[in-house]
Structures are given as C-alpha cells and as structure tokens.
C-alpha cells in the first residue's frame, strides 16, 4: 500500500520526498490525531493555530493555517483531497498563503507494526510530498526546507500529544473503575 500512495512522477520543476517515523502507540490513536484536519496545531510543532474557511473537516475542507514566528510565511491555505479512516491515508494540497510552496501536495499513510511480544503496538508514520522548485533555489534546497518541517512535525510534539492522549484515556478507565466500584459497594 505504501507504493500505492508514495510514488509520484516530478516534472524537471519539481521536487519530493518521503519521511518514516516510527511512533511507539498503537495506529488508532495515532490516526485520532493526524487525521484532524482542523487541529493540525495538535502534533505540527511550527502550526500556531488553524481555523476552517470552508467544510467541516471532511474532504474539500479549506483551513488557513498560522505558522509560528521564525518561518519566511505567517500563513497558508491548505485543502483536504482525501481522508481514507479505513486505510488511514491523508493527502493535503497547499492552495494559497505568504510563502514559497507552489503546488505543495502531501500524502500521510500509517500502518500498523506488529511485533512478537509487543503490548499496544507501535505505528509507521510515512508522509510524502512534491513541490515546485521556487526560481532562485535548487532542488535540494527545496527537498531540504520541507524535510526539516516535516521531520520536525513527525516528532517531538507528536510524541508529546501521544502521551498526554494516553494520560487521558488512563484516568477515563481509572474513572469508570471507581465508579462502577461505588455503584456495586453496599452501604455502610
């Protein structure tokens, strides 16, 4: 499936990639996450925040997105082409905003890896793009520039979301224990 949604043909002005992180959760609640179109802001470390032009989230959805302090862009407009929960792919096109991504297009995909003795999990995280080559930049500059974002999307603050979402779904269970063992308890 991964050659499926990660091949791509470049023009000569063109440029792409692809970036594997191997996340240790389990792919539904890695999927919860990167699957939100409007809350990119959730695991994107650069996106400071996001809100929806157009649509509800679904596929077609518009969101404008604001970038964090530091970038050559403040903003950009991204559309949702595709959201596929059963075969957990996303794919994404830049449509506008203040920066140098003419005809960006991505494509995420997560799958499961299993392993012998493994409790929970891990999930595979491969996200692909292409590009136009802004005039004045190479290739590789280009290639550069948008691996170092991605990378740095499929990281740290991903990972931290993770673990702040298992938190929160440990202390749901602990919730509903206690209260089915106040509910079963006789009185005193």
Known sequence: MKNQYHTSQLSSNQCGSSLVQTIDAPL????????????PQAYKLFVKSCKLRSGNGGIGSV??????????????????????????????SII?????????????????????????GKTEVVESYVVDVPAGNSKEDTCCFANMIIGCNLSEKLHNELATQTIFICLEIVEDIVEAQIQTSPET
């Open 63 to 92: 969101r404008e997105v604001m970038v964090v302090s530091g970038l050559p862009a403040a903003t950009s407009t991204e559309r949702l082409d595709e959201l596929d929960d059963e075969c957990h792919v996303m794919m994404i």
């Open 96 to 120: 506008g905003g203040d920066h140098r991504l003419v005809n960006y297009r991505s494509t995420t995909t997560l799958h499961e890896i299993s392993e012998e003795g493994m409790n929970g």
């Open 28 to 39: 539904p609640l890695v999927w919860s996450i990167i699957r939100r179109f409007d809350n």
